[in-house]
């Protein structure tokens, strides 16, 4: 079975700090993604990154896939409390289907006005 | 648009019984798929389907079985409910091919007794 750490679980901070949330794995990834999922309901895709060293910003959110495609990493910049929820990444690996995804353990984000 | 559409939203079952999950997308996706969602762990792939008449296990596929008979519909069933069963179930659907967007459903809450 093919291993996706996150890191950290869980984030307590205050509105306007800076976090960095990680995602590693030993495996090559063909594609990883983000989502963000709030409490009842399903994920929702944040961002898919495909290409090693990609760097993609969505707003206050950069998106970082490394050189060798093994990791990524989800920075928010001046956090709100409208960013808490759950961050998930989760990855295609190389020579899997397209679209069997393995997810991360999830972070979960709080941010305190 | 209805997206995906899970039923029912909550469910308690007893040690045994059986039950289906039922899951529709009218979005004329090709690839769907069964999550389960434990704290901790992320999401966990089930089973998934790449086309009507077409399925194949993912990560934790025992005591589940599921079938793709048209291409909304792909239900979920349980055929002897155990407490280990106790979770959030989610079902998602996308286009077949690299770093699709997922779409999920909203989740059934299920709890074995």
């Known amino acids: 079975t093919q291993l996706l750490e996150q890191s950290p679980q869980f984030l307590s901070i205050q509105e306007g700090e800076n976090l960095t949330v990680y995602c590693n794995s030993s495996?090559?990834?063909?594609?990883l993604q983000w989502y963000r999922q709030e409490p009842g309901e399903g994920p929702v895709l944040l961002v898919t990154?495909?290409?090693?060293?990609e760097v993609k910003k969505l707003k206050r959110l950069t998106f970082q896939f490394g050189d060798a495609r093994k990791d990524s990493s989800l920075h928010i910049t001046a956090a709100q409390p409208g960013d808490t929820g759950l961050y998930l990444c989760?990855?295609?690996?190389?020579?899997?289907?397209?679209?069997?995804?393995?997810f991360g353990q999830g972070t979960i984000l709080t941010v305190h006005p | 648009n209805a997206g995906v559409t899970q039923t029912p939203k909550f469910q308690v079952l007893k040690t045994g019984q059986s039950m289906t999950l039922q899951c529709a997308q009218d979005?004329?996706?090709?690839?769907m798929s069964w999550y389960r969602q434990d704290p901790g762990m992320g999401l966990r792939l089930i089973h998934y389907?790449?086309?009507?008449?077409?399925?194949d296990q993912g990560e934790v596929p025992n005591g589940y079985n599921v079938s793709r008979s048209t291409t909304e519909d792909f239900p979920l069933r349980l055929l002897s409910a155990a407490p280990s069963q106790t979770s959030v179930y989610f079902c998602?659907?996308?286009?077949?091919?690299?770093?699709?967007?997922?779409?999920f459903g909203p989740g059934t809450r299920l709890t074995v007794t």
């Open positions: 998602a659907s996308s286009y077949t091919g690299p770093g699709y967007e997922q779409y």
């Open positions: 495996s090559v990834f063909s594609s």
């Open positions: 990154v495909v290409t090693g060293g």
């Open positions: 989760a990855g295609e690996y190389d020579g899997t289907s397209y679209g069997k995804l393995t």
């Open positions: 979005m004329n996706h090709e690839y």
């Open positions: 389907s790449v086309g009507a008449g077409i399925t």
